[in-house]
């Protein structure tokens, strides 16, 4: 008897395990679906960059000699949902089981769960052998520890994988380079040109298609120029190495008006949705150091994020999930302001990093965190919105990823799972690693007038705010001193202008 093989739309790899014994007879099924384009209001270039991998990924499944059956999103039979696509394939053939992979987000997994019983079949759901520690290896490293700390979490990662090691000691004889990765830009620094690919054919009907069907979601199709395929998603990774590795590390933090990428890979996006394989990735990253050109604070910075971010924060997801995502530590309940849709705010970094996410469904990460988490932190706005934003806006955007990174990282909603502190910063910091505040109206170095930067008075006032949760984390205790310096006077002017502010933003309590 043969077996229907679901592939998601994430799932764009050739080794996805739901593939490893597909025999004759078997249907490898692929469907774009109204229900999983629309259960947040995806930006639009991350549709149309989906649908076109999947519609790619057809081809190529093809080419290699499976047989698949592909459901369009204007099809006319297309039931909209990926069961009824389920349901509507196993009628087409004689089917004993449907073999899956596990998908990405907790909501999806519950939900396939179910299928065994409504399908009456066995439904065989298989591990994602793209990550390079599993649930069960997470789980191990991360019980009885009273902290979860990604920096332990990393260094036996690149144990295990061997990237970067001299026998049992990390080449170069420190582990993480981290403080090596803070320069701010040059004035006069020249910026790679970046990896586009045109769109084909296949893309152009796509971005017609996603224009008319989804006219109403956030986001900017003009200029889309993603990889589409597994080779030129290869392409732009040999580029990433070339132009920009060397630079990566040093510049790794920096924010520059007018420049959404700097020396960043760009490479998420397919890394999340299958097109490129992480561990391979990190290879090309580590034998280029080995080859020479590349310094060793942008190779292991670079690897850092893969092997140890992103595996991290995917255990975090599956060891803590569902109930880590109702979780509200500061009890932050003020709604997303507009101009998180408009990016219409006077304050330059928001504008950059919230237009660049609209046109591209990309911003680099000290602008998710430092940015628009830090804004959303310090105004308290209810995790949930924040969540399902960070979920919409981005091109790499799947709950097992974005979710930790926002609810744990940036607004410490999770009460210290992730960080051991908030990273709650003042406008001192966005000046010190951009060129944001030249051009704004505020000033950055002003926290009681009218024209200080909002950030300064919003800061002051989280920590005023929630010091009884925050005084006695022994991290936070200097900024607490430096409050403890200001009189009563000075910190109710303060909470005043913050007051003022979420007013004028149409977010006051
Ligand atoms: P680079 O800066 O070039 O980094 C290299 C690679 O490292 C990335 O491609 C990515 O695969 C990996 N990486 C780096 N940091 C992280 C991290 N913290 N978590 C997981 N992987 C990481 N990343 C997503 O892939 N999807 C998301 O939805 C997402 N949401 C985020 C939300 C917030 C609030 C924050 C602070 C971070 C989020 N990140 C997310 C992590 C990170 O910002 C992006 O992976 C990165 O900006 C992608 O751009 P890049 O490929 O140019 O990355
Ligand atoms: C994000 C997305 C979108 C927009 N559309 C589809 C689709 O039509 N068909 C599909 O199989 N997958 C899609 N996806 C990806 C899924 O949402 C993703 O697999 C789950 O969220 C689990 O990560």
Not at 365 to 378: D, E, K, P, S, Y
Request: hydrophobic share 40%; charged share 25%.
């Amino acid at each position: 008897m043969a077996a229907l093989r679901l592939i998601l739309g994430d799932q764009l790899s050739k080794s996805i395990s739901c593939l490893s014994d597909y025999a004759d007879g078997d249907l490898v099924l692929l469907a774009e679906v109204t229900e999983e384009a629309t259960y947040v209001r995806h930006h639009k270039k991350k549709i149309a960059f989906l649908f076109s991998a999947m519609r790619h990924f057809h081809q190529a499944l093809q080419a290699n000699g499976y047989e698949v059956a592909y459901t369009r999103l204007d099809d006319k039979k297309n039931t909209g949902s990926l069961l009824g696509e389920v349901k509507r394939a196993l009628k087409s053939g004689d089917f004993d089981r449907l073999v899956i992979t596990e998908p990405g987000e907790h909501r999806l997994l519950e939900a396939m769960k179910t299928w065994k019983k409504t399908l009456e079949k066995p439904v065989d759901i298989r591990p994602d052998g793209r990550f390079l520690c599993t649930h069960d290896t997470f789980a191990a490293w991360a019980k009885g520890r009273k902290a979860l700390r990604m920096e332990y979490f990393y260094r036996d990662m690149r144990r295990s994988t061997g990237l970067l090691m001299d026998g049992d000691k990390p080449v170069g004889g420190q582990w993480n380079y981290d403080a090596d990765n803070r320069k701010k830009l040059p004035k006069d620094m020249q910026l790679p040109e970046r990896f586009r690919v045109e769109p084909d054919a296949i893309t152009q009907e796509v971005l017609d298609l996603v224009d008319t069907r989804f006219g109403n979601h956030f986001g900017s199709l003009e200029g889309f120029g993603f990889a589409v395929t597994a080779k030129d998603a290869e392409a732009a990774l040999e580029a990433f190495v070339e132009d920009c590795l060397p630079r990566f590390g040093d510049f790794q933090d920096a924010m520059k008006t007018g420049e959404a990428y700097l020396f960043h890979s760009l490479l998420s996006q397919y890394i999340n949705a299958g097109l490129l394989d992480p561990l391979a990735v990190c290879r090309t990253v580590e034998a280029a150091y080995w080859d020479g050109g590349v310094p060793l604070n942008a190779a292991e910075g670079f690897i850092r994020q893969i092997i140890g971010w992103r595996e991290y924060i995917r255990g975090i997801y599956w060891l803590k999930m569902p109930e880590y995502k109702s979780t509200n530590y500061f009890e932050a309940d003020r709604p997303l302001p507009d101009f998180f849709w408009t990016a219409e705010t006077d304050l330059v970094c928001l504008q950059e990093a919230i237009g660049q996410t609209r046109d591209n469904a990309y911003a680099h990460h000290i602008q998710r965190l430092m940015v628009t988490g830090n804004f959303a932190l310090l105004a308290g706005i209810d995790p949930e919105a924040v969540n399902e934003w960070y979920l919409v806006v981005y091109a790499d955007a799947y709950e097992w990823v974005e979710l930790p990174n926002t609810h744990g990282m940036a607004l410490f909603a999770d009460g210290g799972v992730l960080a051991s502190k908030p990273y709650a910063a003042s406008g001192k910091y966005i000046d010190r690693m951009s060129d944001y505040c030249k051009g704004c109206r505020y000033s950055v170095k002003e926290k009681m007038t009218e024209d200080a930067c909002p950030f300064n008075y919003l800061y002051w006032n989280f920590l005023m705010e929630h010091e009884d949760k925050l005084r006695s984390n022994q991290r936070m205790s200097m900024i607490y001193r430096n409050l403890d310096r200001m009189d009563k006077g000075e910190q109710s002017h303060l909470k005043g202008q913050a007051a003022r502010f979420f007013k004028s933003i149409g977010i006051e309590r």
